[in-house]
């Protein structure tokens, strides 16, 4: 199931990839169509900030080329997304998690 940021907005994508989706578009070279539809999702998305999204869900980020071989496989986040407070995600703070 792919989580398309640009129609759903990152925020949206990455709650989607908690709930099971298992792909993200990454590379959008020039995107018209939600923009003219009123998208407010950004215009494009840095590799860092789509493998941040991607760890703060929970999952492993692995870039893929064409025919889905792996290109390059990314770490696991150290703290999931769900032990941070959006303000401090945005703030890049990271919170004490407490068992």
Do not use: C
């Not at 870039?63 to 071989?69: G, I, L, V």
């Amino acid at each position: 199931m792919k989580a398309y940021w640009v129609s759903m907005t990152p925020e949206v994508a990455q709650i989607a990839l908690s709930f099971g989706a298992d792909d993200v578009d990454g590379t959008i070279v020039h995107e018209t169509i939600y923009r003219a539809a009123g998208s407010r999702s950004p215009r494009s998305l840095t590799v860092s900030e789509l493998v941040r999204l991607i760890q703060e869900a929970g999952r492993v980020p692995i870039e893929r080329d064409t025919f889905y071989n792996v290109v390059r496989q990314h770490p696991r986040a150290s703290l999931p997304e769900a032990a941070m407070k959006v303000r401090d995600r945005n703030a890049q703070k990271h919170l004490e998690v407490l068992s």
